[in-house]
């Protein structure tokens, strides 16, 4: 634990001018002392640790030093390698590309082609045209140089014009969201990209706030309301398609073998239409509103099918 620890510690200040000992000490959950006294082995083993002195010191590795690949194993460098591959494969960029060359090359030839292909991700889309990649790269660019963005953004059936302060751009669960600082709510809010039309990135300029993407919450933080506790109760049949969709143990089984779902979601068109799509092999419980919006809907088809017979 103290080696893995002590590579953190080479591999955070690594990425940092000078780092305070307090900040290394919570970010590896030890004490200040432990932290020093892995600072001076550290020293010992012939890695230049610099401390800067004042209110506003730290530690620091000095400038102009390398850190030598066998830092990392090879394993290891195929692990960041599979990551930077996914990340080009939807953003398409020039420097990832040739991180990917660079690290291809710190492996041994033997054992990277074989390994290499142990896992792949990749994050584009089936659709050749499909044009998110473009988005992500605005939006990153409106990212590192503060600019405030300004797009349409559809949710719960209704469109709404934005000004935001893009703070990440996030991968979570098949889907691309921004996160940022909304001037409509005045508050931080995710966005699915997918959900946004006509992006613009204006002259304005903002200062990045405080924000922890580690603690966000997804149901608190996401445009719109966290929604209704949505019951469903699906066929047996549909066990499958359940396990697929809300996971594993997700979900509670009935004594006659069907299987209850339950979860919180605003309730809109998408919802609507995830529902139909199941026919008669799901029933909404509750709420009762959606229950009999769902029935008028059903309705509204037959009716429409039978004027056609």
Not at 150 to 156: D, E, G, V
Request: aromatic share 10%.
């Amino acid at each position: 634990m103290k080696l893995e620890r002590m590579l953190a510690i080479i591999m955070y200040l690594s990425g940092k001018e000078k780092v305070k000992a307090q900040e290394l000490a919570e970010k590896m959950e030890v004490s200040v002392r432990t932290i020093y006294r892995d600072i001076e082995a550290i020293s010992c083993a012939g890695i230049p640790i610099t401390t800067f002195q004042g209110a506003n010191g730290g530690l620091g590795i000095v400038e102009g030093y390398k850190i030598d690949k066998s830092v990392l194993s090879n394993e290891e460098i195929l692990s960041i390698l599979a990551g930077l591959k996914g990340l080009h494969s939807i953003n398409k960029d020039q420097k990832t590309k040739l991180l990917i060359e660079k690290l291809s090359g710190v492996t041994e030839n033997s054992d990277y082609m074989p390994a290499g292909n142990e896992i792949a991700i990749d994050l584009s889309s089936w659709n050749k045209n499909d044009r998110l990649h473009l988005r992500i790269n605005e939006i990153k660019k409106a990212i590192r140089l503060q600019n405030i963005i300004r797009f349409t953004y559809y949710a719960y059936g209704k469109l709404t014009e934005r000004k935001v302060e893009p703070c990440v751009i996030i991968f979570k669960e098949s889907n691309w969201y921004l996160y940022g600082y909304c001037l409509l709510r005045n508050d931080f809010r995710l966005f699915k990209l997918r959900r946004i039309s006509q992006l613009e990135i204006t002259d304005e300029i903002f200062v990045m706030r405080d924000y922890s993407i580690e603690k966000f919450d997804i149901n608190g933080d996401i445009d719109g309301d966290k929604g209704p506790e949505i019951v469903l109760l699906f066929e047996k049949s549909m066990t499958y398609a359940v396990d697929d969709i809300f996971g594993i143990d997700n979900y509670e089984v009935m004594e006659d073998g069907k299987i209850k779902v339950r979860f919180n979601m605003g309730i809109g068109d998408w919802l609507y239409g995830f529902v139909l799509g199941f026919g008669g092999n799901v029933e909404v419980i509750e709420p009762l509103t959606f229950k009999e919006n769902i029935i008028a809907m059903a309705e509204d088809v037959l009716k429409k099918y039978r004027r056609t017979e």
